[in-house]
């Protein structure tokens, strides 16, 4: 094995140029070269050689190559190649049948680059190969899908199966469906068949969705995305797959609400849509309130009815104003709320919280705030004590964190420090629930002053007051029980 002065000096030769001196030069390394080709380190500078100017020297090198006669030598080009795809290694190693040993993955690719055809039974290859159905070079890309089209049922098939699963518009599935290749277990069988829309044979296998329940359930988003798109196709036959575990509206995140109300308005269930209006935050109301106006629809209940023309009659033509957070932030800020949601506080009750907000500097409160805040659902003992408190700070932590809300009355918050008037916007009013409404809310929004109903958030607090009335009449609508269904939505009504 040459050293590595030894490598350098050679380099050193190849890379010569000078008139003369240059050339011998480059003869002496090339000597050298020679006498150690298959020493791995000198293949790199055969290889090197191989792309000189000095076309005698680009020659030698090539022979040499071309003459390897031991495997850590092969392995080496054949990792050059593999890393490059130079077309000259290329042809090198296909001319003389040049397969790496290891790794395992370098040797199935120059096999392929030598157009041998590989006996596919090993499963944890399959993925590696698969990859290479779209590789630039049609001699490997061509053998890796003759090789794959010879997989027999096993272990191997059911990892293609497997990779068209993950893409079912890719080469993997395009082959599988050419061939017939099918997964051996049933319930992936079943998984298959639905993504790759084979469904006149998927509802042979399993026309309940039982199976591919099963597997919905154990998949991850991707694949769960690549079933959502199948039941977004339109096809009636797959509108009874998704029975996921029942949600309230409360407690899916906002993308699902957002994707609930947009799958009512597609699928124009307008009933389901509107009884969700009555219990989300007008944020998602307003938007599909919208849509319901355009639908000609309209409750069959005569008192529900009345609700909904005088909630249509009341409700902004346009979106609801763009919710906006409170922009106090600072990076010291920001670190003393972040306190609040990890360490010690993170782990201390409501009860333990309160008690240490009492003597509390105001950095210190600032973190308890949003410890506090991260408490679902919040105390209203936790509200009305950072309400209270007298470091404006901890106040202003209230409103950042979301704890303390603006009245439904108001447009801004109430605060007698300069800041927080500055700092917080309503968000009250657009993010408050329907139904955690009290008695003195509907009273509040009954007695407010006439400039309170002026403008857009005028024209929602008269949709919120119009929801508030006939949920404290009895004609309220129980929270749903929410299956993602688009991932998707299947939505019940709660018994």
Same mark, same amino acid.
């Given at each position: 094995?040459?050293?590595?002065?030894?490598?350098?000096?050679?380099?050193?030769?190849?890379?010569?140029?000078?008139?003369?001196?240059?050339?011998?030069?480059?003869?002496?390394?090339?000597?050298?070269?020679?006498?150690?080709?298959?020493?791995?380190?000198?293949?790199?500078?055969?290889?090197?050689?191989?792309?000189?100017?000095?076309?005698?020297?680009?020659?030698?090198?090539?022979?040499?190559?071309?003459?390897?006669?031991?495997?850590?030598?092969?392995?080496?080009?054949?990792?050059?190649?593999?890393?490059?795809?130079?077309?000259?290694?290329?042809?090198?190693?296909?001319?003389?049948?040049?397969?790496?040993?290891?790794?395992?993955?370098?040797?199935?690719?120059?096999?392929?680059?030598?157009?041998?055809?590989?006996?596919?039974?090993?499963?944890?290859?399959?993925?590696?190969?698969?990859?290479?159905?779209?590789?630039?070079?049609?001699?490997?890309?061509?053998?890796?899908?003759?090789?794959?089209?010879?997989?027999?049922?096993?272990?191997?098939?059911?990892?293609?199966?497997?990779?068209?699963?993950?893409?079912?518009?890719?080469?993997?599935?395009?082959?599988?469906?050419?061939?017939?290749?099918?997964?051996?277990?049933?319930?992936?069988?079943?998984?298959?068949?639905?993504?790759?829309?084979?469904?006149?044979?998927?509802?042979?296998?399993?026309?309940?969705?039982?199976?591919?329940?099963?597997?919905?359930?154990?998949?991850?988003?991707?694949?769960?995305?690549?079933?959502?798109?199948?039941?977004?196709?339109?096809?009636?036959?797959?509108?009874?797959?998704?029975?996921?575990?029942?949600?309230?509206?409360?407690?899916?995140?906002?993308?699902?609400?957002?994707?609930?109300?947009?799958?009512?308005?597609?699928?124009?269930?307008?009933?389901?849509?509107?009884?969700?209006?009555?219990?989300?935050?007008?944020?998602?109301?307003?938007?599909?309130?919208?849509?319901?106006?355009?639908?000609?629809?309209?409750?069959?209940?005569?008192?529900?009815?009345?609700?909904?023309?005088?909630?249509?009659?009341?409700?902004?033509?346009?979106?609801?104003?763009?919710?906006?957070?409170?922009?106090?932030?600072?990076?010291?800020? $920001?670190?003393? !709320? +972040?306190? =609040?949601?990890?360490?010690?506080?993170?782990?201390?009750?409501?009860?333990?919280? /309160? #008690?240490? &907000?009492?003597?509390?500097?105001?950095?210190?409160?600032?973190?308890?705030?949003?410890?506090?805040?991260?408490?679902?659902?919040?105390?209203?003992?936790?509200?009305?004590?950072?309400?209270?408190?007298?470091?404006?700070?901890?106040?202003?932590?209230?409103?950042?964190?979301?704890?303390?809300?603006?009245?439904?009355?108001?447009?801004?918050?109430?605060?007698?420090?300069?800041?927080?008037? $500055?700092?917080? !916007? +309503?968000? =009250?009013?657009?993010?408050?629930?329907?139904?955690?409404?009290?008695?003195?809310? /509907? #009273?509040? &929004?009954?007695?407010?002053?006439?400039?309170?109903?002026?403008?857009?958030?005028?024209?929602?607090?008269?949709?919120?007051?119009?929801?508030?009335?006939?949920?404290?009449?009895?004609?309220?609508?129980?929270?749903?029980?929410?299956?993602?269904?688009?991932?998707?939505?299947?939505?019940?009504?709660?018994?």
């Amino acid at each position: 094995m040459a050293t590595s002065e030894t490598l350098k000096k050679w380099q050193a030769g190849l890379r010569a140029t000078l008139p003369l001196v240059g050339g011998l030069r480059r003869k002496w390394a090339m000597d050298a070269l020679e006498a150690q080709q298959n020493d791995p380190d000198v293949v790199l500078l055969l290889v090197e050689a191989l792309g000189l100017s000095d076309q005698a020297i680009a020659e030698r090198a090539d022979a040499a190559l071309r003459d390897l006669t031991e495997q850590p030598a092969v392995d080496r080009l054949c990792a050059l190649w593999a890393k490059q795809r130079d077309d000259a290694l290329g042809k090198i190693i296909a001319d003389r049948s040049y397969i790496a040993k290891t790794p395992l993955q370098l040797k199935i690719l120059t096999a392929l680059k030598c157009d041998k055809r590989l006996a596919l039974d090993r499963a944890e290859v399959i993925p590696f190969v698969v990859g290479l159905l779209g590789d630039p070079d049609e001699t490997v890309r061509t053998g890796a899908m003759q090789s794959m089209e010879k997989v027999v049922p096993g272990a191997a098939q059911d990892a293609l199966c497997d990779e068209a699963i993950k893409n079912p518009a890719g080469p993997a599935a395009q082959l599988c469906l050419r061939t017939g290749k099918r997964p051996s277990d049933h319930e992936r069988l079943c998984l298959f068949l639905f993504v790759t829309r084979q469904l006149d044979e998927y509802f042979k296998e399993d026309d309940e969705f039982e199976n591919l329940r099963i597997q919905l359930q154990r998949a991850d988003a991707l694949v769960r995305e690549h079933v959502m798109e199948v039941y977004r196709s339109g096809d009636i036959r797959v509108q009874g797959l998704i029975e996921a575990r029942s949600k309230t509206l409360s407690e899916l995140s906002d993308r699902e609400r957002r994707t609930f109300l947009e799958s009512c308005s597609r699928h124009r269930d307008w009933a389901r849509l509107f009884s969700a209006c009555l219990e989300l935050p007008l944020s998602y109301s307003i938007p599909a309130l919208e849509s319901l106006r355009h639908s000609g629809w309209e409750p069959e209940q005569q008192d529900l009815r009345s609700a909904y023309r005088q909630i249509l009659a009341d409700a902004p033509n346009e979106a609801a104003p763009p919710q906006q957070k409170t922009s106090a932030t600072s990076s010291l800020f $920001e670190r003393w !709320l +972040a306190a =609040g949601t990890t360490g010690e506080l993170a782990k201390l009750d409501s009860g333990p919280l /309160l #008690e240490r &907000l009492k003597t509390a500097t105001p950095p210190d409160g600032t973190a308890i705030v949003a410890a506090l805040a991260a408490k679902k659902p919040v105390a209203a003992a936790a509200e009305k004590a950072v309400h209270e408190s007298p470091h404006w700070l901890v106040r202003l932590a209230g409103h950042a964190t979301g704890l303390c809300r603006t009245k439904l009355t108001e447009d801004r918050a109430q605060d007698p420090n300069y800041w927080i008037t $500055e700092l917080t !916007l +309503a968000t =009250g009013l657009l993010d408050f629930w329907p139904g955690k409404a009290t008695p003195a809310d /509907l #009273e509040a &929004l009954a007695a407010a002053p006439a400039e309170t109903w002026a403008g857009k958030l005028g024209a929602a607090r008269k949709v919120l007051r119009t929801i508030l009335a006939h949920r404290s009449w009895g004609i309220i609508v129980e929270d749903f029980l929410v299956q993602p269904d688009e991932y998707g939505v299947v939505v019940e009504d709660a018994e």
